[in-house]
């Protein structure tokens, strides 16, 4: 029996209808250039369950209409469809079950990722007979591998125990607690195109998007891109301190990496002998979160790694934040890994507005934390400095938008991001700026539902908002929702926490940032 294990395409690229101005696919600066870990995982760990094929499906590059006609006709051999969901994405998936289940009432339907670990309720309420289990939170590998297990000998996930599993029961949603567990590391490379050849499509984005650039950055020339996961987790997690707009949930487990250092270099050494060379370390930040690890890691480099030529070793590239980044010996330690690239949120360039997105690693409401937004600035503009004095290349992402942004604070943002910009010439090769989206699961998604929330962090802040009474009637069309059209939240929640501002002049900001690196030389995306 084939268990289905699919990360659907961003919804407004496939459903008609769906808005997007700010969010048009021609506007995306992530694009799918390698395959996709948590699904790639997801079916590794199924291979361990007898009878069982899974079937690896990454419909943000293979052919949606292809992947719907697979399932129906599949649909007689289909045990389970496993839908990996983030907002954007959710829409879509719940239609791909939808079609399952008309093709064959029988095929089992199970929901996982951010979007429906933050909306568990509604998702399960809402798609009742369309989504039959949801799984919430990060450690659920061995949860859904049990699940599986069960339904393939016909049994059913009633009187079972299967951490994060979460259904609705008749009258509620029921949800057995979540456990944690280790970081799955055995992946089977193979099952990328078992069923439908990926690694071309993969391939040719690589090729396009990435080579090219990378090559005249750094003389290297690289072929294939892998994530690979030896840690998992955010330095700001510790505190449950998160980045106003971050919306991912890392349930009981702040972080998790693999045991130590010899570990973690054989997941790299896998993912390089499957031909892959220039491999994404999935962590939401390295130096800071995992120094330890990576201390070990360059210590005792093992010996098919120390005997490579340096031009023939994998490339590694990740995630950091400013303040891990601004210490030269952090940043030394990420090169000597053979890490060259690494991604960095500078995301605002005013004190007021790096404390209104929750950038410093301090609480709001501690005493110290105007210094610590000063802090932070500086860490910026160290972070450039010592990415240039170590070779590190650096994509640098901001963000555009926080609560109580007004017209003065958006041009100060947007001429100090510029500054950054042309002060880290030499150092940043991309750039990413986005317009602030509410993602569920976010701050800023809980001060959309919540006016009183939004009025009490801005009076911290000595900011002022609009209107209470308009952003109340804004946030009743979301509460209790599962399907979330990202654009039209994004426009309700600027004319709700921003005055005097609408989603328009934060995508012109955007925009003009955008524009400004170009001139400078800085690819926009890739």
Not at 182 to 201: E, G, N, Q, T, W
Not at 204 to 220: D, H, I, K, M, P
Not at 374 to 394: C, I, P, R, T, Y
Request: charged share 25%; glycine share 8%.
């Amino acid at each position: 029996m084939q268990v289905l294990v699919v990360s659907p395409p961003n919804s407004n690229t496939v459903i008609d209808g769906v808005s997007c101005t700010v969010t048009r696919p021609e506007e995306h600066t992530d694009w799918s250039d390698f395959p996709n870990l948590g699904i790639l995982t997801l079916s590794s760990a199924l291979l361990s369950v007898p009878d069982v094929e899974p079937v690896y499906i990454d419909g943000t590059v293979t052919s949606w209409p292809g992947v719907l006609a697979y399932v129906e006709e599949n649909a007689g051999d289909i045990l389970a469809l496993c839908i990996s969901a983030l907002t954007a994405t959710y829409e879509a998936g719940s239609h791909l079950c939808a079609a399952a289940k008309r093709a064959n009432s029988k095929i089992v339907t199970i929901v996982g990722n951010d979007h429906v670990t933050t909306l568990t309720r509604e998702c399960l309420s809402s798609r009742r007979g369309v989504i039959d289990y949801a799984f919430v939170g990060n450690e659920v590998v061995s949860g859904f591998v049990d699940l599986i297990a069960t339904l393939s000998r016909g049994g059913t996930a009633s009187g079972g125990v299967y951490p994060g599993l979460a259904w609705f029961d008749g009258t509620d949603v029921t949800m057995q607690a979540q456990r944690s567990e280790p970081v799955h590391s055995k992946i089977d490379y193979s099952l990328i195109d078992r069923a439908f050849d990926h690694s071309s499509l993969y391939g040719s984005n690589f090729r396009s998007r990435v080579v090219s650039t990378f090559e005249n950055l750094t003389g290297r020339r690289v072929s294939a891109g892998m994530p690979v996961e030896i840690g998992r987790g955010c330095i700001k997690f510790a505190r449950n301190d998160a980045c106003s707009f971050c919306s991912i949930q890392f349930g009981g487990m702040w972080r998790n990496s693999v045991p130590d250092g010899e570990s973690a270099w054989e997941v790299i050494r896998a993912a390089h002998s499957s031909g892959y060379d220039y491999l994404y370390l999935t962590a939401d930040e390295l130096p800071l979160t995992f120094g330890r690890l990576l201390r070990e890691m360059a210590a005792e480099p093992p010996r098919w790694w120390a005997d490579l030529p340096e031009d023939d070793r994998p490339v590694m590239v990740g995630y950091a934040r400013a303040d891990g980044l601004s210490d030269e010996r952090h940043a030394a330690t990420l090169r000597a890994l053979g890490v060259r690239q690494l991604m960095v949120g500078l995301d605002a360039g005013t004190l007021v507005s790096l404390q209104a997105m929750r950038k410093p690693l301090v609480s709001i409401r501690e005493r110290d934390s105007t210094f610590r937004a000063e802090k932070m600035f500086d860490h910026n503009v160290k972070a450039l400095q010592s990415a240039k004095n170590n070779g590190l290349l650096l994509k640098v992402g901001f963000v555009i938008g926080h609560l109580g942004m007004d017209a003065a604070l958006m041009r100060e943002n947007i001429d100090s991001m510029k500054d950054l910009l042309a002060s880290g010439a030499g150092a940043i090769a991309s750039l990413d700026v986005e317009v602030l989206s509410p993602e569920p699961g976010s701050l800023d998604f809980k001060m959309l539902l919540d006016p009183v929330l939004a009025r009490v962090n801005a009076d911290e802040l000595n900011l002022s908002l609009p209107s209470r009474h308009k952003h109340e009637l804004r946030s009743r069309k979301w509460r209790g929702k599962d399907i979330i059209d990202r654009e039209e939240a994004m426009a309700d929640y600027v004319e709700s926490v921003m005055p005097g501002l609408a989603l328009d002049d934060l995508a012109g900001a955007r925009a003009e940032v955008r524009g400004y690196g170009e001139q400078l030389g800085i690819t926009v995306g890739g």
